[in-house]
């Protein structure tokens, strides 16, 4: 029997067990999960300020104009005001500059006329409010700003670093990865013995653990021997919060993954109904999780986007844990098996009716890393369907947006 995919990630997402909690720098907290909910413990911005460059007045002052005012002060950013403005009076104000007492109103300097030292006449009216940035006018002291689980980018970090709040995240997963197989050499091999292969999917396994902040613990190529799996397997369980190995788990009579684990941990090999990405080993060893990726690249990409990217985003604390979908529309329709859910790689854009369009990137092979290389999505067709026709309905999972414009896409023709 094969499992469903989704019976086998909801099992995969019980398993995970969550990382401890670290107080991270704001630089190095780009790209980790918050376990605690972030309140403001001060308003945001901290006093009034001003929006503009200009001169701060009684608004009461300037309801006709024009009007000359005495200047009687000059207030840079990062200083405080030495005199309160009164009426008939103004003090000459930099953007982000405290409101000084007594004024409600900045004028923009573009909208004055300087008529002599210590006096500016105002030639556009204000009201109460204009061109200042109340106190908490961005953030209220007490607010929540960001839920646990939030992934940080850098427009949250910034926020974090602009309240000096250092956040309290969950520690990235140190995650041990192997390439299995005799047939391996590492990429840098210029001239291939006959049967050999270099080693794409460590390259591939390594990108995907970089974009979500995980830590490598590079255990190289592994030979289909029981013995160095073994210790490889030691390595792995003595640093790693959890294991990825390629290769080694179907049907061959070299596949040692799948046979040391009989004998070592509860990992269990199971048939799940998808392709690419049949095989999969899942389980522990030692109590580290480890998932047993197939060996052909796009299974090990399409199962590590299903299976180990959710689950250690899981690890980390993510509130959100799956790429989006996007319906759209299959220009060039698939046939597929009805019995699996099937992840074709497919290029996407936007057609001038706004809908989504997509074509397969190439050979649906799961060896063909060239057409996954070209995909921007998976499209997905659910077990049960078999068929969509040219023109069809289907599910994007998206990979990437492909929003990257040319310069005369952006801006015309030169
Ligand atoms: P296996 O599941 O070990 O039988 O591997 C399935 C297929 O994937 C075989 O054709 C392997 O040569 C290929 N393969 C396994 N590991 C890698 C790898 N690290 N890089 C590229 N191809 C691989
Ligand atoms: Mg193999």
Redesign the pocket.
Known sequence: MMRPIGEMQAGILDAMPLLDEVRVDFDGAIGSVLSRPVDARENLPGFDNAAVDGFAVVSSDVAEIPVELDVVDDIAAGCIPAAVVTTGTASRIMTGAPVPAGADAIIPVEDVEIPGEDRVRILVSGSPGDNIRPAGGSVREGDRVFDAGLRLEATHVSVLASMGIRPLVRRRPIVAIM???D??VPPSTAVLDPGL?R????TLIKGRLAELGAEVLDLGIVPDDAAAFGSALDEAVAHADAIVT?????M?AY?VVKMTLRERGTVEFLRVAMQPGKPLGFGAVDGVPFFGL????VSVFVSFEQFVRPALLSMMGAERLFRDRVPGILDDGVTTNPEKTVFVRVTTDRGPDGVWHARRSGGQSS?VLSALAFADALAVVPVGTGRVEPGGSIELEMMRWPEARTREEALGAR
């Open positions: 390439s299995t197989g047939e391996l292969i080693d794409s999917n460590r390629s290769g080694g788990v179907s061959g596949d197939p060996g052909n690249p060896n």
